[in-house]
């Protein structure tokens, strides 16, 4: 695989922002933090309810997987996490910002990498990127240097002026999620980024984004469906039918079992009280 | 917020360049109506002199405004069609989550789709001339404020329809319940009391189409008048689907937030 995870050093100006204005020291156990916070959440299509009562936090620097069966509200809690539509109970706190009263700040703070395609295939790798940045407000030379290392890091440079549609599937995602990167965002969101990918290509993914948190003070919210995504030492959320499940480092949670037995217990468990 | 807009504009001018099929056809259209349409037409529909006309006109030379209408009521159902098709294939997303405010993404895509619409609608005047089709010279100028206008109009209508249509599929039909009757309820093909002499109440209902008054905002314009009327009620139109659009945007009350799944 490629050496994404070898980072210059631009890339390490927001972590020292970060720790200036980092709110958690100074303020206790009380603050919100860097990181994302979630707070009460719960969200209903007509009669359906598709989170009830949703509740945790990920630490700055984090890497949270949020693992969930499909249909289990992770979607949901994506598009509430990034604005997509409102919740009329909870509240959402992205870097220390809520999301309902600042809700500009915090997607600012936010990158987001959707399970969906993001991508304008007509288009460039380069002008898919220069597009996105704009859209960050992100322009002129800044844009100019930014995209320049994040193609840098794909070791796409010499692809910039290719199609997208030209591009497979690994290089789409990696390219979306330094993308997502391109405006330094104190949080990165990936919903199912490894969906309809190989094996090899999958790992690789899964171990740069785990890379970027350690080494970049990243705070990552990873949603999945598939256990060998996550690591022991990552933070685990397990959502299940709209509820949380688990919420622990993933070594705990597991104990001796290992983690696929632990998810199918776990989610077992609610089955039987509902 | 200036960075984002022209990044809008380039993308949907990038795409529909793309698109050589959709250009062709959005110049096909009219001029079939213009060279078949209105050649039938001539003898059969008297026109007497009326505003903003001093003379006797060609029947061409009437539906001209009413062709430019219906090339920027086209592209404007075309952009919608096209945010419903960023919905269903998720760059609406990144679109929705950018930290720019939502009202100003939207109206940048708007003014996208308007730019587009004004390009087709001077490459349709300029191969109409060589039929003899011309008009003031000033006149191709002075549209210009009333294409953006009018252009303006129809996309927020577009993108009003964006927000109520969830589904790719269901496109077709609202397309034709929208532009079919828009176009012929209006004063696009004959004059508003040339219909008043068949039915009083198409006329009534036909003076009430915003889009009638896009075309005689264009059609004074084209001869060098201001219709101001026409003009305050295309605007109008205009703040009310934008409004209405932003609300069906809007992620706490909107339709999306039903839709969005």
Known sequence: ?274 | MLVCTLAIMNREASRFVGQRGRFLSSLVRPMVWLLVFAAGFRSALGLSIQEPYQTYITYEIYIVPGLIGMVQLFNGMQSSLSLVYDREMGSMRLLLTSPMPRWWLLLSKLLAGTAISILQVYVFLALAAPFGITFPVLGYLAILPVLILSGLMLGALGLLLSSTIDQLENFAGVMNFVIFPMFFLSSALYPLWKMAESSALLRNISAMNPFTHAVEAIRFALHLQVNWSAIGWTLAAFLLFFAASMFGYDPAKGLVARKAR
């Open chain 1, 1 to 274: 695989m490629t050496t994404l995870h070898s980072l210059p050093g631009p890339y390490r100006f927001p972590e020292l922002d970060l720790n200036m204005i980092d709110l958690t020291d100074k303020q206790g156990a009380m603050s919100l933090g860097t990181g994302l916070m979630v707070e009460d959440l719960s969200h209903s299509y007509g009669a359906r309810k598709a989170l009830s009562n949703v509740s945790f936090s990920v630490e700055r620097g984090c890497f949270c997987a949020l693992l969930g069966p499909n249909g289990a509200g992770k979607s949901t809690l994506f598009s509430l996490l990034t604005g997509l539509f409102t919740s009329k109970s909870g509240d959402i706190h992205v870097a220390g910002f809520d999301l309902a009263k600042k809700p500009r700040s915090a997607l600012a703070a936010l990158g987001v990498v959707f399970q969906q395609p993001t991508l304008d295939m007509h288009l460039s790798v380069h002008q898919n990127m220069r597009y996105y940045a704009a859209l960050q407000g992100l322009s002129g030379k800044h844009a100019t240097r930014r995209i320049g290392e994040a193609l840098e890091q794909l070791e796409m440079a010499d692809r910039a002026g290719e199609k997208v549609r030209a591009l497979n599937g690994g290089h789409r995602r990696r390219m979306e999620i330094a993308r997502a990167m391109l405006h330094e965002p104190a949080i990165l969101l990936l919903d199912e980024p490894t969906v309809g990918l190989d094996t090899s290509t999958r790992q690789a993914i899964t171990a740069h984004v785990h890379k970027l948190a350690r080494s970049e003070g990243l705070t990552v919210l990873w949603a999945t469906h598939l256990v060998d995504e996550v690591e022991d030492e990552d933070q685990l959320v397990i959502l299940h039918k709209g509820t949380i499940r688990a919420d622990g480092t993933a070594a705990t949670l597991r104990g001796a079992r290992n983690l696929g037995e632990a998810f199918l217990a776990l989610t077992a468990a609610g089955n039987e009280t509902e």
